[in-house]
């Protein structure tokens, strides 16, 4: 990929960005099952709307009770928005790197001897639950909840697959499908500290980016955090932006 395939690249994340919001919205959101967190994932800011738009999402979330964070990528403007937000209250979270791969050839991602299977509904979250307490995941309970709801409600949307050392669920990750997009998210990877430096990471990319081109997507992202870039870099993924959460949390009174 060239700079040009870059600029395609950020074009279609951009675009899939707005378009879960709607028309003439300066700010999409996603919510939680729940309501107790949103995201924000696009937001069309100018130095004249900015400060007004970041009040308005500010005083939502505090009106409401709801921790918001702002999903910032590194060509979004103005280029002080780090900077409003913070002054606004909102806490910075680490940089990832948004990494893209061609699904022409994944080869570099064969799994080898590793059994990896795909979970197909709500009732075998138990594996994933498992993995991601090994692993530090705080809120595991919460988060299988809304997995479960996508599973059981628009489970075209998402796929996970976990990988296993003998019968025990040592890795595990996400494969998300916007509707109608070129392109596969991939998300939540996980892998037990005892099983890590074993291929298994490697394993569970590679179930999830065969299932993504077996669906017709032609690109996977990953927002990548330093300890799995270099990994994916090596194989194949490459660089094209980064992003960074910015979250704020209300005051609680009473």
């Not at 395609?8 to 967190?37: H, I, K």
């Not at 996400?174 to 099983?195: I, N, Q, S």
């Amino acid at each position: 990929m060239d700079q040009s395939a870059d600029t395609v690249v950020l074009a279609w994340l951009d675009a899939e960005r707005r378009a879960l919001g709607s028309p003439g919205r300066d700010v999409v959101r996603e919510f939680s099952a729940d309501r107790t967190e949103c995201r924000i994932v696009h937001a069309t800011c100018t130095p004249d709307n900015v400060d007004r738009v970041i009040r308005d999402e500010v005083a939502a979330a505090t009106e409401s009770g709801y921790v918001l964070e702002w999903k910032l990528y590194g060509h979004d403007v103005p280029a002080d928005l780090p900077r409003r937000l913070t002054a606004a209250g909102f806490v910075a979270d680490d940089v990832e790197a948004v990494l893209v791969l061609p699904l022409d050839d994944v080869g570099a991602f064969d799994g080898g001897d590793v059994r990896t299977r795909r979970v197909r509904d709500e009732h075998d979250l138990a594996d994933y639950a498992e993995i991601s307490r090994a692993s530090g995941r705080r809120d595991v309970e919460r988060e299988c909840r809304h997995l479960a709801a996508v599973l059981r409600e628009t489970p075209e949307e998402m796929s996970i697959h976990i990988a296993y050392v003998g019968d025990e669920p040592a890795a595990c990750g996400r494969v998300h499908f916007r509707p109608g997009g070129p392109h596969a998210e991939l998300a939540g990877g996980r892998t037990k500290p005892a099983h890590r430096r074993k291929g298994l990471f490697t394993a569970v990319v590679g179930a999830r980016l065969r299932e993504a081109r077996q669906r017709g997507r032609t690109h996977a992202f990953v927002d990548a955090l330093p300890t799995s870039a270099p990994t994916l870099r090596k194989r194949g993924f490459r660089l094209v932006t980064t992003t960074q959460p910015f979250v704020f949390t209300p005051q609680r009174t009473g």
